[in-house]
């Protein structure tokens, strides 16, 4: 059982905007940053989301995040082929001593 | 280029060991904290294990506590995970993980992998 928990799937057409909810507790998003990961088929993950909505260079605009209490978002617009991946949450867990994951959403483009 | 490169990886009895490596190259290693990540054949991540900077500090998650075991050697660039006692569940791709910085200041962001090692424990 992850301790932050993402639908398993997500899906949309080319050009729409899809969202991925990320849910935790006090202890990990609500005390902490969220960030978020993209993992392309047979790939490494890849930061995509950095303390809750900041982009490293080089990830298109896009790609957005948000946090508010102890839930978070990513959303992508002007949804593309590539963008056919899984999408993790993370953040560090004051309890746990330790980072935890969500258990990832798989975006489908349709 | 910056680069991250894991090897180590293998077939082990359960039981057996493992030392697992993470040759570090286009940036200065020493000021970074590092980390593993793992991931079960079509399974989701889990953080592994993390170590400071001089090596004088580390955590790890609950399920590998006093098994595996994380160390560096700046002078050498590499990262190291001394797996003992694996087991089934061990099974995985091992990543190696650096931790950005906001100015000096470890950030919590993971923001180079590696493309990761094979760890397979079974009879």
């Known amino acids: 059982q992850s301790v932050l928990t993402q639908p398993p799937s997500a899906s949309g057409t080319p050009g729409q905007r899809v969202t991925i909810s990320c849910s935790g507790s006090?202890?990990?998003?609500?005390?902490?940053?969220v960030y978020w990961y993209q993992q392309l088929p047979g790939t490494a993950p890849k930061l995509l989301i950095y303390?809750?909505?900041q982009r490293p260079s080089g990830v298109p605009d896009r790609f957005s995040g948000s946090k508010s209490g102890t839930s978070a978002s990513l959303a992508i617009s002007g949804l593309r082929s590539e963008d056919e991946a899984d999408y993790y949450c993370?953040?560090?867990?004051?309890?746990?001593?330790?980072?935890?994951f969500g258990p990832g959403t798989k975006v489908t483009v349709l | 280029e910056v680069q991250l490169v894991e090897s180590g990886g293998g077939l082990v009895q359960p039981g057996g060991s493992l030392r697992l490596s993470c040759a570090a190259s286009g940036f200065t290693f020493s000021d970074h904290w590092m980390h593993w990540v793992r991931q079960a054949p079509g399974k989701g991540l889990v953080w592994v294990s993390r170590i400071t900077t001089d090596g004088r500090s580390t955590s790890q998650a609950a399920s590998v506590k006093g098994r595996l075991s994380i160390s560096r050697d700046n002078a050498k660039n590499t990262l190291f995970l001394q797996m003992d006692g694996l087991r089934a569940e061990d099974t995985a791709m091992y990543y190696c993980?650096?931790?950005?910085?906001?100015?000096?200041?470890?950030?919590?962001?993971?923001?180079?992998w590696g493309q990761g090692t094979m760890v397979i424990v079974s009879p």
């Open positions: 303390r809750n909505t």
């Open positions: 993980v650096r931790e950005g910085l906001s100015g000096t200041v470890p950030n919590d962001s993971f923001d180079v």
């Open positions: 006090f202890s990990n998003i609500g005390n902490n940053h």
């Open positions: 993370a953040a560090w867990d004051d309890s746990l001593s330790g980072y935890v």
